[in-house]
């Protein structure tokens, strides 16, 4: 097969590994490169620097609004387009070049969580379990009809950064599963039936103003988001009045007639703040300019915290 492959971030690598076994990939598209750092320099896209490694074209169009930019796809004569977190949304125009149109790995069990964020949303929402599915693309945000899929259970304590890694290398094995079943002369679903209707929820993309963490919201609500926003944007708090990054959090039942915000404890296991319902220990924080510390650390350097009962 001719693949052309599209995907910018870390999570679309292991994709691009596994399309690219058998030198099929005749062309990688991937975001244009972008002022990243300090020094504000051009950054390569992960999956650039994938592609430069292994010897392959690299296309970086804006978008596709231009006759030139479907015309360069268009001469590739592509069989296949994989698209993995490119972070474009194709018109009908260049999802109707390849012959067998263009599959999305998409890191979550559609159609729950179409959109920009499903592994942080997930996490978020307190679901129990996720997946990856392989669709074939149409038109709508993530609203094609799903060609495989498979899926797995979030881990209790599992991180947005954990969690992206393992979805990472599943969609990795579903594309490996669908491309061999196209190789053989069938498509993963001779069918593919839609989405259903019910059950659609939106992953809307990640801000890192909502990274704050309200103390009066439910200490399992503020839990949940502590691990789903770890590594990015990290949660944050203010802490008898200083502001912290959060890394490691869990929610307790503790039931307290305090102000939401207050601490209600401090020693080697965590710091517990009152809730609006229960309390959340925290238990591996970082203070401004420094580094990811345990509680117990912090406290060093908060003495007047440091109350155990």
């Known amino acids: 097969m001719r693949i052309v492959f599209a995907g910018t971030p870390d999570f679309a690598v292991p ?11 005749v062309a990688v598209y991937t975001q244009p490169d972008r002022p990243a750092g300090r020094g504000r320099e051009l950054a390569l896209s992960p ?19 231009s006759a030139a930019a479907r015309e360069a796809l268009r001469e590739l004569q592509p069989d296949l387009m994989v698209v993995v977190a490119y972070g474009l949304i194709l018109p009908q125009s260049v999802l109707d070049i390849p012959t067998y149109g263009c599959w999305n790995v998409h890191a979550s069990l559609l159609p729950r969580w179409r959109g920009a964020a499903p592994i942080q949303r997930a996490i978020e929402a ?29 881990g209790e304590a599992e991180t947005g950064g954990q969690l992206h890694d393992r979805l990472a290398a599943l969609g990795a094995q579903v594309l490996t599963d669908g491309m061999g079943l196209l190789r053989a002369g069938m498509r993963p679903i001779a069918q593919p039936q839609p989405q259903p209707q019910d059950g659609v929820t939106y992953a809307h993309k990640l801000d890192k103003a909502e990274a704050r963490l309200d103390w009066a919201q439910p200490a399992p609500a503020l ?47 965590g710091i517990d703040i009152a809730c609006g319902e229960g309390a959340l220990r925290i238990r591996v924080l970082q203070r401004d300019g420094g580094k990811a510390i345990t509680a117990a650390d912090y406290l060093n350097g908060r003495r007047d915290l440091a109350v155990a009962r």
């Open 15 to 25: 994709s691009l590994r596994a399309a690219a076994q058998r030198n099929e990939v």
């Open 47 to 65: 999956v650039k620097r994938e592609a430069l490694l292994r010897g392959l074209p690299v296309m970086q169009p804006e978008n596709f609004k």
């Open 126 to 154: 307190g679901d129990r379990d996720s997946g990856v599915c392989l669709m074939q693309m149409e038109k709508g945000l993530d609203t094609g009809p799903v060609l495989l899929s498979q899926s797995l259970s979030i």
């Open 223 to 269: 839990a949940n988001k502590v691990r789903a926003f770890n590594p990015w944007p990290m949660a944050d708090a203010t802490i008898a009045g200083e502001r912290v990054r959060v890394h490691g959090a869990i929610a307790l039942p503790l039931a307290h007639g305090a102000e939401p915000g207050t601490v209600l404890l401090a020693g080697r296991e």
